[in-house]
Protein backbone atom coordinates (compact mmCIF):
# COMPACT_ATOMS: atom_id res chain seq x y z
CA UNK A 1 0.00 0.00 0.00
CA UNK A 2 3.11 2.49 0.73
CA UNK A 3 4.40 1.73 -2.50
CA UNK A 4 1.07 2.89 -4.03
CA UNK A 5 1.18 6.22 -1.74
CA UNK A 6 4.88 6.55 -3.47
CA UNK A 7 3.62 6.20 -7.02
CA UNK A 8 0.94 8.94 -6.34
CA UNK A 9 3.78 11.22 -4.54
CA UNK A 10 5.68 10.83 -7.85
CA UNK A 11 3.09 11.59 -10.19
CA UNK A 12 2.34 14.78 -8.36
CA UNK A 13 5.76 15.63 -8.55
CA UNK A 14 6.48 15.10 -4.86
CA UNK A 15 9.36 13.23 -3.73
CA UNK A 16 8.82 11.01 -0.91
CA UNK A 17 11.27 10.75 1.71
CA UNK A 18 12.74 12.14 4.50
CA UNK A 19 12.39 15.75 3.10
CA UNK A 20 8.90 15.53 2.78
CA UNK A 21 8.04 16.97 6.41
CA UNK A 22 10.43 20.10 5.61
CA UNK A 23 9.28 20.41 1.53
CA UNK A 24 5.60 19.72 2.13
CA UNK A 25 4.45 19.73 5.57
CA UNK A 26 0.50 20.57 4.37
CA UNK A 27 0.53 17.00 2.74
CA UNK A 28 2.39 15.07 5.53
CA UNK A 29 -0.04 16.62 8.40
CA UNK A 30 -2.92 16.34 5.67
CA UNK A 31 -2.28 12.51 5.17
CA UNK A 32 -1.64 11.73 9.17
CA UNK A 33 -5.32 14.25 10.29
CA UNK A 34 -6.85 12.32 7.77
CA UNK A 35 -6.05 9.14 9.35
CA UNK A 36 -7.10 10.38 12.74
CA UNK A 37 -10.31 11.11 11.40
CA UNK A 38 -10.74 8.16 9.04
CA UNK A 39 -10.09 5.95 12.13
CA UNK A 40 -12.58 7.98 13.92
CA UNK A 41 -15.33 7.70 11.60
CA UNK A 42 -14.21 3.74 10.87
CA UNK A 43 -15.03 3.80 14.71
CA UNK A 44 -18.51 5.65 14.58
CA UNK A 45 -20.04 3.62 11.84
CA UNK A 46 -18.88 0.14 11.80
CA UNK A 47 -20.28 -0.20 15.53
CA UNK A 48 -23.35 -0.34 14.77
CA UNK A 49 -23.25 -1.56 11.18
CA UNK A 50 -21.54 -5.00 12.46
CA UNK A 51 -24.87 -7.25 12.02
CA UNK A 52 -25.34 -5.56 8.74
CA UNK A 53 -21.50 -6.43 7.79
CA UNK A 54 -22.24 -10.46 8.99
CA UNK A 55 -25.36 -9.91 6.28
CA UNK A 56 -23.47 -8.94 3.66
CA UNK A 57 -21.09 -11.68 4.32
CA UNK A 58 -23.72 -14.37 3.75
CA UNK A 59 -24.60 -13.38 0.21
CA UNK A 60 -23.43 -15.88 -2.17
CA UNK A 61 -20.00 -15.31 -4.13
CA UNK A 62 -22.60 -16.31 -7.09
CA UNK A 63 -24.61 -12.95 -6.39
CA UNK A 64 -21.72 -10.94 -4.77
CA UNK A 65 -18.99 -11.61 -8.02
CA UNK A 66 -21.16 -10.24 -10.70
CA UNK A 67 -22.13 -7.11 -8.29
CA UNK A 68 -18.64 -6.32 -7.96
CA UNK A 69 -17.58 -6.27 -11.55
CA UNK A 70 -20.92 -4.26 -12.27
CA UNK A 71 -19.32 -1.45 -9.84
CA UNK A 72 -15.57 -2.05 -11.34
CA UNK A 73 -17.24 -0.98 -14.96
CA UNK A 74 -19.38 1.90 -13.73
CA UNK A 75 -16.59 3.13 -11.47
CA UNK A 76 -13.62 2.76 -14.64
CA UNK A 77 -16.13 4.15 -17.40
CA UNK A 78 -17.28 6.93 -15.28
CA UNK A 79 -13.69 8.45 -15.25
CA UNK A 80 -13.52 9.70 -18.43
CA UNK A 81 -17.29 8.60 -20.43
CA UNK A 82 -14.53 6.37 -22.31
CA UNK A 83 -15.10 2.17 -22.86
CA UNK A 84 -11.24 2.34 -23.91
CA UNK A 85 -11.21 2.19 -19.95
CA UNK A 86 -13.29 -0.50 -19.36
CA UNK A 87 -11.11 -2.84 -21.74
CA UNK A 88 -7.55 -1.49 -19.62
CA UNK A 89 -9.51 -2.86 -16.31
CA UNK A 90 -10.58 -6.14 -17.97
CA UNK A 91 -6.86 -6.88 -18.79
CA UNK A 92 -5.33 -5.51 -15.34
CA UNK A 93 -8.08 -7.81 -13.58
CA UNK A 94 -6.75 -10.66 -16.01
CA UNK A 95 -3.35 -10.18 -15.69
CA UNK A 96 -4.18 -9.70 -11.62
CA UNK A 97 -5.58 -12.55 -11.45
CA UNK A 98 -2.64 -14.52 -13.38
CA UNK A 99 -0.64 -12.95 -10.91
CA UNK A 100 -2.42 -14.15 -8.01
CA UNK A 101 -2.84 -17.58 -9.43
CA UNK A 102 1.05 -18.25 -10.12
CA UNK A 103 2.03 -16.39 -6.55
CA UNK A 104 3.63 -13.18 -8.03
CA UNK A 105 3.89 -10.65 -5.10
CA UNK A 106 2.17 -7.36 -5.53
CA UNK A 107 4.51 -4.97 -4.11
CA UNK A 108 7.99 -5.43 -6.44
CA UNK A 109 5.15 -5.18 -9.21
CA UNK A 110 4.01 -1.75 -7.87
CA UNK A 111 7.74 -0.88 -7.21
CA UNK A 112 8.85 -1.64 -10.53
CA UNK A 113 6.08 0.91 -12.17
CA UNK A 114 7.31 3.49 -9.34
CA UNK A 115 10.79 3.00 -9.82
CA UNK A 116 10.83 2.19 -13.31
CA UNK A 117 11.24 5.71 -14.74
CA UNK A 118 13.30 6.58 -12.65
CA UNK A 119 15.50 3.72 -13.22
CA UNK A 120 15.40 4.55 -17.17
CA UNK A 121 16.50 8.23 -16.63
CA UNK A 122 19.33 7.18 -14.70
CA UNK A 123 20.58 4.44 -17.68
CA UNK A 124 20.45 6.71 -20.17
CA UNK A 125 22.22 9.33 -17.98
CA UNK A 126 25.02 6.87 -17.62
CA UNK A 127 25.10 5.57 -21.03
CA UNK A 128 25.48 9.16 -22.00
CA UNK A 129 28.42 10.04 -19.54
CA UNK A 130 30.34 6.77 -21.01
CA UNK A 131 29.60 7.43 -24.39
CA UNK A 132 27.13 4.36 -24.97
CA UNK A 133 29.34 1.45 -23.25
CA UNK A 134 27.82 -0.53 -21.19
CA UNK A 135 31.58 -1.10 -19.46
CA UNK A 136 30.54 1.56 -16.94
CA UNK A 137 28.64 -0.92 -14.87
CA UNK A 138 31.14 -3.12 -14.10
CA UNK A 139 34.37 -1.06 -14.25
CA UNK A 140 33.93 0.42 -10.75
CA UNK A 141 34.10 -2.15 -7.68
CA UNK A 142 30.77 -0.78 -5.91
CA UNK A 143 28.92 -0.92 -9.20
CA UNK A 144 30.15 -4.46 -9.79
CA UNK A 145 29.54 -5.88 -6.45
CA UNK A 146 25.40 -4.52 -6.68
CA UNK A 147 25.32 -6.22 -10.32
CA UNK A 148 26.74 -9.40 -8.36
CA UNK A 149 24.26 -9.60 -5.74
CA UNK A 150 21.65 -8.62 -8.24
CA UNK A 151 22.71 -11.71 -10.22
CA UNK A 152 23.05 -13.97 -7.39
CA UNK A 153 19.37 -13.02 -6.26
CA UNK A 154 17.94 -13.52 -9.83
CA UNK A 155 19.90 -16.89 -10.40
CA UNK A 156 19.44 -18.86 -6.80
CA UNK A 157 15.36 -19.28 -6.10
CA UNK A 158 15.68 -20.20 -9.74
CA UNK A 159 18.42 -22.53 -8.98
CA UNK A 160 16.33 -23.36 -5.39
CA UNK A 161 13.16 -24.54 -7.82
CA UNK A 162 14.91 -26.68 -10.31
CA UNK A 163 17.02 -28.47 -7.58
CA UNK A 164 13.96 -29.20 -5.36
CA UNK A 165 12.41 -30.41 -8.98
CA UNK A 166 15.21 -33.16 -9.40
CA UNK A 167 15.16 -33.99 -5.82
Not at 1 to 27: R, S
Not at 80 to 94: A, K, L, S, T
Not at 127 to 140: A, C, P, W
Request: aromatic share 12%; with cysteine.
Amino acid sequence: MLAVLFGAFLIHGITPGPLLIKEHPEIFWGIIGSMYIGNIMLLILNLPLIPLWIQVLRIPDKILYPLIILLCVIGSYSINNNIFDIFVMIIFGVVGYLLKKFDYEPAPLILAFVLGPMFEVNLRRSLLMSQGSFTIFVERPIALAALIVCFIMVILPIYQTLRKKRA
